[in-house]
């Protein structure tokens, strides 16, 4: 708002991009803009989400040391082998410490995605652009780069892909 003194002139604000910009560790919500990463893959070659224009794509914040994780994998699993080929893409970030932990988790677990290591410790860039307190955490993010849902897990993410893939197949 700004006033000259003989009037008033409000402008629109969209609440949700305010309320991330007063808390910068806020998660991005259905809608937004998925935050964009460059970085470099547990086997050296670049990730950038950007790259992923026009698929439908799950980040799935994971670690090979979390329960939880370990529970949502086969339908994380289900998920790459019944849509991949309809473009669905998953972009796994690991909060692993070493990469040889991934590297052999995901061999001997047969997850073919690309694997981006965050560490276990302290604060990223990327996960603080996607609010991450805790794990397992995902975002499906759209083919027109927002994001499409948030924490999805179990039945409900094949589900949500499925009308997701459905959806823009007749649009």
Excluded at 1 to 11: A, E, F, N, W
Excluded at 58 to 67: I, P, R
Excluded at 72 to 90: K, N, S, W
């Amino acid at each position: 708002p700004s006033c000259d003194g003989r009037r008033l002139v409000l402008t629109p604000v969209d609440l949700a991009l305010a309320a991330r910009a007063r808390d910068p560790f806020s998660a991005p919500q259905a809608g937004e803009p998925a935050p964009d990463f460059s970085l470099p893959s547990i086997e050296g070659d670049t990730v950038r989400l950007s790259d992923y224009h026009g698929k439908l794509v799950l980040l799935d914040f994971w670690a090979t040391w979390c329960g939880p994780c370990r529970t949502e994998l086969p339908y994380v699993r289900r998920a790459y082998e019944r849509y991949h080929d309809r473009g669905f893409e998953i972009i796994g970030i690991s909060l692993d410490t070493t990469a040889e932990q991934v590297r052999s988790f995901t061999a001997a677990s047969k997850m073919p995605w690309p694997q981006i290591l965050q560490g276990r410790g302290g604060m990223t860039p990327l996960k603080q652009s996607y609010g991450i307190r805790t794990i397992p955490s995902a975002f499906l993010v759209g083919r027109d780069g927002r994001i499409a849902a948030t924490q999805l897990r179990g039945e409900r993410l094949l589900e949500t892909i499925e009308d997701l893939l459905s959806k823009q197949r007749s649009d």
